[in-house]
């Protein structure tokens, strides 16, 4: 029986891919729950600070601060997040398609870019295109800490008070549901303020100890937490990608063992008839 | 029942306090502020230290924070908090212990996993026992 031992072999390395993109899946969707209980932990921070802050655009202050004020685009930063490993299906690709729609988009108004990441695989990508990365982080894990976050936006934030980027966007993935996340770019400075029709009329805080210094605070920590976001949604929207995906790998290998099996069974029928018909021809000969 | 006013405390990780209070106490930078129901809006950062609500009758709540941000409008107080963390939660003694762990699976590297998770670990560490000891200054 000619290839029944090649079909055979071939049969038990598939079933061994198999069961490690079965492992494989159970991690990502363990990891997964972690990730998204994260996520919805950290969201109401990231919406307080957002109802703040739009408290603030709307007060009528004497102070403006810079991060309020629109500028005429010269220079524009971009951060990036992205996960750290691959086999996550197209997470990284669909988001670094739509980083790069956003960065021809700039390019076409002539506005330099300089990105910071988060992700070795978006550091590697943006090195790759030849882009300018000022910062990176790297390797946060499963659960990334506020911590790591600051120093690449410090980063990106002191050029902007400096002036060497006149805005400041995020490109980062948005955790719909297990199966869809979409790559979304959203403006973080000039902060775009949600005008809210109750707050018109004419009032303003009592800032202690004083307007500039309060906003600079407050304003830091409405980025830093919008990217810290990001963060934490990616690595939900990482460990459902490759659930996903390591579930269709399954799926795929367990095809693959079922066609294998069927052609091994075709083969191995084939010489028994065979060998039958050769011992009935012999005894007819006889 | 006394006038009243909505209070939510949300630190980074969690929401830690959402319910209403007749007068909530601050660590503001300037110094405490006490803000009673209907004060004008104010905003301010806060340094380590102590919120403190009276929630009626007499009784209290405490809450321990490294430092964030205080939102004062008519209706409800908003505070903002880097890392507010209860304040008998606070452990030095297993705070330096996880440090030292992290530190000692930073020196024989393994994977680049265990060294994101190590690193970690010490940031988390060194968050914590900045934080007692703050406490302790007091």
Partial sequence: MAGGKEIKTKITSVQNTQKITKAM???????????Q?????????????????????????????????????????????????????????????????????????NVEIEVVTFGSKALSFFKRIGAK?????????????????????????????????????????????????DPVVTQLVPVVPS???????????????????????????????????????????????RMLAMKNATDNAGDMISELQLIYNRERQASITQEISEIVGGAAAV | MANTIQVEIVSAKEIIFSGVAEMVYAPAVLGEV?????????????????????????????????????EVQPHVVTVLSDAAIRADDLNEAAAIEAKQRAEAALADQQSEFDIAKARAEIAIAAAQIAAIQKLRKR
């Fill in chain 2, 34 to 70: 006490g803000v009673a129901p209907g004060h004008t809006p104010l905003i301010s950062p806060l340094k380590a230290g102590e919120v403190r609500l009276d929630i009626g009758n007499k009784e209290e709540e405490f809450f321990f924070i490294t430092g964030g941000i205080l």
């Fill in chain 1, 25 to 35: 899946e159970m991690v990502a969707a363990s990891k997964m729950r972690r990730a």
């Fill in chain 1, 133 to 181: 990365v000022t910062a990176e982080a790297s390797h946060l894990g499963d659960r990334p800490e506020m911590s790591a976050v600051i120093g690449p936006v410090q980063a990106m934030l002191s050029s902007y008070v400096k002036g060497e980027i006149d805005a400041i966007f995020l490109v980062g993935n948005a955790f719909v549901n297990t199966m869809t996340q």
């Fill in chain 1, 37 to 109: 209980d994260q996520m919805f932990a950290t969201r109401p921070y990231a919406q307080k600070i957002a109802t703040v802050v739009s408290h603030i655009a709307n007060a009528h202050s004497e102070y403006k601060h810079p991060f309020l004020i629109e500028r005429k685009l010269k220079r524009a930063g971009v951060i990036a997040i992205s996960t750290d490993r691959g086999l996550c299906g197209g997470l990284n690709t669909n988001l670094f398609k739509k980083a790069l729609g956003k960065i021809a988009e700039l390019d076409d108004q």
């Fill in chain 1, 195 to 241: 005008v809210k029709s109750e707050l018109s009329h004419h009032w303003d805080y009592i800032y202690e100890p004083d307007a500039k210094e309060v906003l600079d605070h407050v304003l830091e920590r409405y980025i830093e937490s919008l990217v810290y976001q990001g963060v934490v949604e990616n690595v939900a929207c990482e460990m459902a990608a």
